[in-house]
């Protein structure tokens, strides 16, 4: 019996080792990417640095924008465009 798992042993190791490569290979490629390449998180961590050195660069009492907002929650600019109203019945 101690024959056989002895014989078992390196053939386990090697698939062992070969499908932990692949899985992290396969993990890195299917990672979700942007259009031109770059990985998402190494974009987002990109921003969120941006965004902590332009935070301590604004001036005192200026309103922040945070990127839920986006445009719309910029001041003066209105959550309906216009011409979005209820349209009339067609009949």
């Known amino acids: 019996m101690s024959d056989v798992l002895s014989a078992l ?3 386990a190791v090697v698939a ?3 499908c932990t490569f692949v899985i992290k290979l396969l993990r890195n490629e299917m990672a979700p990417r942007t259009s031109d ?3 998402v998180s190494e974009v987002d961590g990109a921003a969120g640095r941006e965004a902590a050195d332009a935070g301590a660069a604004r001036p005192v ?3 922040a924008v945070t990127p839920e907002d986006g445009a719309k929650g910029a001041e003066g600019s209105s959550a309906e465009l216009p ?3 209820p349209r009339p019945a067609e009949g």
Do not use: N
Request: without cysteine.
């Open 37 to 39: 390449g770059r990985l």
């Open 83 to 85: 011409g979005d109203g």
């Open 61 to 63: 009492g200026a309103q």
């Open 9 to 11: 042993i390196p053939p």
């Open 16 to 18: 062992t080792v070969f």
